[in-house]
C-alpha cells in the first residue's frame, strides 16, 4: 500500500545540478520525518540528508553539506534534494526513505526508516 517512487535522476557532468522529487501515497505524510540515502556501486548505503515531519529541521552528511538541500511539501506528499555543484563521488543510486514517524530530527542510521523507494540513478562524469 506504501509506495515512495522517486524521480528526478539522470546523467550529468560535474557542477551540474539535478532536484530529486520524491512522491509518496498510502501513508500520511505530514507524519513521517524524511531521508535521503545513496548508495555507490561496491558500498554500503549512506545517509545524505533528513527533514523532520514538519519540515521544521533538517540534517546534512559532510560529504554534502552546502551543496545539497532537502525540502519538503506536505500538501503534495513530496520531499525533494535539490543537489547543486555536482561531483563525480555523487555517483549512486539515491533512495528516499519515511523515518518511524517520530516527531524529531530524522538520523543517520538506516534502521530508524521504515518504508523505502526504488531509487533514482545519478550518474556525475567529468
Do not use: H
Not at 67 to 87: E, G, P
Not at 93 to 112: F, H, K, M, Q
Request: hydrophobic content about 35%.
Amino acid at each position: 500500500q506504501v509506495q515512495l517512487v522517486e524521480s528526478g535522476g539522470g546523467s550529468v557532468q560535474a557542477g551540474a545540478s539535478l532536484r530529486l522529487s520524491c512522491a509518496a501515497s498510502g501513508l500520511t505524510f505530514n507524519l513521517y520525518g524524511m531521508g535521503w540515502f545513496r548508495q555507490a556501486p561496491g558500498k554500503e548505503r549512506e545517509f545524505v540528508a533528513g527533514i523532520s515531519r514538519d519540515g521544521g529541521n533538517t540534517v546534512f552528511a559532510d560529504s554534502v553539506r552546502g551543496r545539497f538541500t532537502i525540502s519538503r511539501d506536505n500538501a503534495r506528499n513530496t520531499v525533494y534534494l535539490q543537489m547543486n555543484s555536482l561531483k563525480l563521488e555523487d555517483t549512486a543510486v539515491y533512495y528516499c526513505a519515511t523515518d518511524r514517524a517520530r516527531p524529531v530530527i530524522p538520523g543517520a542510521s538506516l534502521n530508524e526508516y521504515k518504508y523505502w523507494g526504488q531509487g533514482t540513478q545519478v550518474t556525475v562524469s567529468s
